[in-house]
């Protein structure tokens, strides 16, 4: 599939079927306007719809000079359904690249080694993965996404065509509509 690409903000590079949820999602994140991303189909994905990733080319260049892809998964097979982008309503594409950006608020922190370390633990530990999932749903909430992110979620845990095991993995490490209740009313109070 051959697909127009678009650059937004001089540095994001956006494939046109997903231009207005991209740049609704980046809204939320002043901070990463000057941060080069690059939103990319895969072919597939291991267990995941999108991941997103630092470019390996000048991970070691610094802090403010990395930049980042995020992979999507032009089709999403779990177990034997087949979902493509097109079946997710524009809400949840939105929570979705959320969640993605709010990995890359937390790639930013990291040293370069660091990342390193980080990318082998998130393929041996799964008391990791947990740790780096509810950071980024964290990082979206702050910044404002909750109802995008809930609406992910409930895309996720309430979608008869998703296997079980599938929901299993999302509700073992990602945070629980409830926990992100609590975290905006967290927000709410810390705001007034
Ligand atoms: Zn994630």
């Given at each position: 599939m051959k697909e127009e690409k678009i650059v937004y903000q001089g540095n994001k590079i956006i494939p046109k079927s997903i231009l207005h949820e991209a740049k609704v999602a980046l809204s939320y994140y002043p901070e990463l306007k000057g941060v080069e991303i690059e939103f990319k189909y895969k072919e597939s994905i291991k267990k995941s719809f999108m991941q997103a990733q630092p470019k390996?080319?000048?991970?070691?260049?610094?802090k403010n000079d990395r930049s980042y892809n995020i992979f999507m998964s032009s089709r999403f097979l779990i177990e034997k359904e087949e979902f493509s982008m097109a079946d997710v309503p524009s809400e949840v594409l939105i929570g979705w690249l959320g969640h993605e950006l709010g990995h890359v608020m937390d790639y930013r922190d990291k040293s370069a080694m660091g990342l390193v370390i980080f990318g082998f633990r998130y393929i041996t530990s799964e008391n990791y993965i947990k740790q780096a999932e509810r950071a980024a749903d964290t990082y979206a909430v702050n910044a404002g996404m909750s109802e995008y992110i809930l609406a992910t979620k409930d895309f996720i845990l309430n979608n008869s065509h998703l296997s079980d095991t599938y929901k299993e993995r999302i509700a073992r490490l990602y945070l629980s509509p409830e926990e992100i209740l609590v975290l905006v009313n967290k927000l709410e109070e810390e705001q007034l």
């Open positions: 390996i080319a000048n991970l070691f260049k610094g």
